[in-house]
């Protein structure tokens, strides 16, 4: 079951369950609705969604004809970072010159208790599948992080999962540990979507594949497949340091860190594609635009 947000022919902003074969309209415009009226009804967002398919007849419009939003326009968008060896190899080049033999900060975090959580979007800075994410004018190595996302409630309760990639600089974050928001947030530098799948139809979410496709003029550049089996750290233990004397808000995302890393010579460049696929989930293309085209 997956909940998504489109645009109709009229322009209105509707949301949508998706079995993957028919479409359901859902009453309201957000995920966040969802919430509350599933609260309102005393049962699980899963259980006010089965009620609503076994009731209603279906949209006679496919997905794949559909104009995609966010699936949820979240108001904080969090992210994790090296909960994945890859990623902390990753950061390890670049904050030291290619010396790899160096003990670095992002060592320490990868093994301490607490995990490195950072802010990374606004509901304003983020894009859904098929927009357009931005880089950075003042750095020459971006990279796209390929991550699964977690859609929390205000409670801090985990309702869906859906796909997130966090743009980021190499060069920026690994000149300064000090510099890590400029790195992540910029105008359009985080994408969401195309959907969340509610966790009750998830199996097992520590098995999930995760793909990344680059395309440049048609033609793949980059492509790499993980698994969140290789995951350090639990979901639960990643939302409890987030919660921890917070304030969340319904439809909050926490990225949970990338397990994907092009080479140390690739950047994004302008009209760029890129592809994050988890199968249960769908596929978040994005074409890569520049603050300044
Ligand atoms: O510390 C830098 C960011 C790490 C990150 O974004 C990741 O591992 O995905
Ligand atoms: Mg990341």
């Not at 489109?6 to 993957?20: H, L, P, Q, S």
């Not at 699980?44 to 419009?61: A, G, N, Y």
Request: glycine share 4%; aromatic share 8%.
């Amino acid at each position: 079951m997956r909940i998504i947000r489109f645009r109709d022919r009229e322009n209105t902003v509707m949301a949508a369950i998706t079995d993957d074969h028919e479409l359901y309209r859902l009453e309201g415009q957000d995920f966040t609705d969802l919430i509350i009226q599933a609260e309102n009804k005393n049962v699980s967002i899963f259980e006010w969604v089965s009620e609503i398919v076994q009731k209603q007849t279906p949209l006679p419009s496919a997905v794949e004809e559909l104009k995609l939003l966010v699936p949820v326009k979240a108001p904080e968008v969090w992210a994790a970072g090296v909960t994945y060896q890859r990623s902390r190899e990753a950061r390890n080049f670049e904050a030291t010159d290619g010396k790899m033999d160096v003990h670095t900060f992002y060592d320490k975090v990868y093994a301490a208790d607490r995990p490195e959580i950072f802010f990374k979007s606004t509901a304003a800075r983020t894009v859904g599948t098929n927009d357009t994410v931005y880089i950075r004018s003042d750095s020459d190595w971006q990279v796209p992080e390929s991550e699964l996302g977690l859609v929390l409630s205000r409670k801090g309760d985990i309702l869906g999962y859906t796909i997130g990639n966090d743009m980021s600089c190499r060069d920026i974050e690994g000149e300064n540990p000090l510099y890590l928001p400029q790195a992540k947030i910029w105008r359009n530098s985080c994408s969401i979507g195309p959907a969340i799948r509610l966790i009750e139809s998830v199996k097992n979410p520590y098995e999930l594949q995760i793909s990344c496709r680059i395309f440049r003029n048609d033609v793949i550049v980059f492509e790499d497949t993980a698994n969140t089996n290789q995951l350090k750290r639990r979901f639960d233990e990643l939302v409890s340091y987030l919660a921890q004397d917070n304030i969340l808000f319904d439809g909050t995302v926490l990225l949970t860190g990338t397990c994907i890393v092009p080479p140390e010579d690739f950047t994004l460049l302008p009209k760029d594609r890129i592809e994050i696929e988890i199968p249960e989930i769908g596929i978040l293309t994005n074409i890569v635009g520049s603050n300044l085209s």
